[in-house]
C-alpha cells in the first residue's frame, strides 16, 4: 500500500484504529475538547518519533524501513532486517524508546530552566503529557515482555551470546512480567496497563507452547562429521538435537552457488587415505529441517534451510513451505524475487492461489499480479 506521508524519508502510514484507540485512551478528558485534541496530538507525535527511532537505526544499519501505526501503537518493518546481526537487532529495539527518553529529557529541561514549567493551562498539560508518553510509556516498553521493545532487546542480547538456545526461558520472562504487571495494574487501577499485559501475557504463552525444545530427527538420520563417533550416536539413537545445535548446522552447510548447481564435493589427495574411524555422512536435508521448524512455528528460522533445498532441488512440496514461511514474516521482497525467477515454475497452484490470497489481503498488488500471471501461464 501507498504510504499516507513521509517523515525523514520513512514511508509512515496511519490506519483509523490508531487515532480510535488514542481517542479511547483520553475518554476522560471529554468534557474539554481542547485537552482531548491535545493528548491525540500528544500520543501521535510522540508514537511517531519512536517508531521513527527505530527506522532510523534500521537505515543506519543498511535496512530500509517503514512505519505503521495501528491500533495497538506503532509497528517499524526492516525490509532488510533478516541481515542485522543480534547486536545491530539489539540497537533498534533500543532506539525508540531512547528517542522518547531525549524528547522527555528536553521537554523536562526546559520546564526546568525556562517559564515553561511555570505555566498552567495547556502549556502545563503539554509538559505533563509528554513526559508521561515518552518516558512513562517508555519505561513499560522496556519490559522484558515480548512484542515489547524491552523483550526484543533481552532476546537480541541474549542471542548475541547463546544463539537460540534460551528461547522458551525468555517467553518464560516474559510471561513472569505479565503476571508481575497485572497484579500492579490491579493494585494500581490501571485497567489499560492490565490489559495490555494480559494480552502480551496471553501471546508469550502461546508462542511457549509452540516453541520446541528440541527438534527430533529420525534414527536413520546421518551421523554428523568431526565429532566422536560414539558421542554422535548416542545422540542420534537418543531421537533428538537441539535447535541451537541444529542451527549450527544450517550455518556451516555450504550455500547454493548463483548457477543454482550445488559445489563439487572436496576429495581428499590421493596420498591421504580414507579414515575408518568415520562412518560415511549422509547429506544433511533442509527441506525436513525447514518443514519442521515450519510446523512448530518458527517461520523466520525456517526460511534459510528451505530456500537452501528449493535453489538445489526445486519441487512444490519444499516451494510451498518456503512460500508458507516468507508469507508469514512478510518477506514479499524476497518472494518477489522468487517469483522472477525460473525455480517458480516449480511451484504448484495452490501455492500462487494462496500467494495470492495472503498478498493481496497485505495490499501487494505486484506479488498478486505476478502470480495470476504464473497461473495462467500454468493453465
Do not use: C
Not at 501521535?44 to 517508531?51: I, P, Q, R, T
Not at 513499560?140 to 515482555?145: G, K, S
Not at 538456545?165 to 510471561?175: D, N, Q
Not at 519441487?315 to 513451505?321: E, F, V
Request: proline share 7%; charged share 20%; net charge positive.
Amino acid at each position: 500500500m501507498r504510504p499516507h506521508f513521509h517523515v525523514a524519508g520513512v514511508p509512515v502510514r496511519v490506519h483509523l484504529l490508531f487515532f480510535a484507540i488514542t481517542f479511547a485512551s483520553g475518554w476522560h478528558l471529554l468534557d474539554s475538547p481542547a485537552r482531548l485534541a491535545l493528548w491525540m496530538a500528544v500520543v501521535f507525535v510522540s508514537v511517531l518519533l519512536h517508531e521513527l527511532g527505530h527506522a532510523l537505526a534500521y537505515r543506519r544499519y543498511g535496512s530500509p524501513a517503514s512505519i505503521e501505526l495501528h491500533g495497538m501503537g506503532g509497528t517499524t518493518t526492516g525490509h532488510d532486517a533478516e541481515q542485522l546481526t543480534h547486536r545491530q537487532s539489539a540497537w533498534v529495539s533500543f532506539a525508540g524508546p531512547g528517542m522518547g527518553f531525549l524528547l522527555g529529557g528536553l521537554v523536562w529541561a526546559l520546564s526546568r530552566f525556562t517559564p515553561l514549567g511555570q505555566q498552567g493551562g495547556l502549556a502545563g498539560d503539554a509538559v505533563r503529557d509528554l513526559l508521561w508518553v515518552n518516558v512513562g510509556w517508555g519505561l513499560f516498553n522496556l519490559l522484558p515482555l515480548q512484542p515489547l521493545d524491552g523483550g526484543h532487546l533481552l532476546a537480541s542480547a541474549v542471542r548475541a551470546r547463546s544463539g537460540y538456545r534460551y528461547e522458551r526461558t525468555l517467553l518464560g520472562i516474559g510471561i513472569a512480567t505479565a503476571v508481575g504487571v497485572i497484579a500492579l495494574a490491579v493494585w494500581w487501577r490501571q485497567p489499560w496497563m492490565g490489559l495490555l499485559a494480559l494480552m502480551f501475557g496471553v501471546m508469550n504463552v502461546e508462542q511457549f507452547l509452540r516453541t520446541p525444545t528440541e527438534v527430533r530427527f529420525e534414527r536413520s538420520a546421518a551421523l554428523p562429521r568431526r565429532r566422536g563417533v560414539r558421542a554422535a550416536r548416542r545422540e542420534t539413537e537418543a531421537g533428538a538435537v537441539s535447535v541451537e545445535k541444529l542451527m549450527k548446522e544450517l550455518r556451516s552447510a555450504p550455500r547454493a552457488t548463483p548457477t543454482d548447481e550445488l559445489p563439487a564435493p572436496r576429495r581428499a589427495p590421493a596420498s591421504l587415505p580414507a579414515p575408518e574411524a568415520e562412518e560415511p555422512e549422509g547429506p544433511h536435508d533442509p527441506a525436513l529441517v525447514g518443514e519442521m521448524l515450519l510446523e512448530s512455528g518458527l517461520p523466520a528460522m525456517a526460511v534459510r534451510p528451505l530456500q537452501t533445498a528449493f535453489t538445489a532441488s526445486p519441487s512444490p512440496r519444499t516451494g510451498h513451505a518456503l512460500v508458507v514461511a516468507l508469507l508469514d514474516t512478510k518477506r514479499f521482497t524476497e518472494l518477489e524475487a522468487l517469483l522472477g525467477s525460473p525455480r517458480a515454475s516449480h511451484l504448484s497452484d495452490d501455492t500462487l492461489a494462496l500467494i495470492s490470497e495472503r498478498a493481496g489481503a497485505a495490499g501487494q498488488g505486484t506479488l498478486v499480479q505476478r502470480a495470476g500471471e504464473l497461473r495462467r501461464h500454468n493453465f
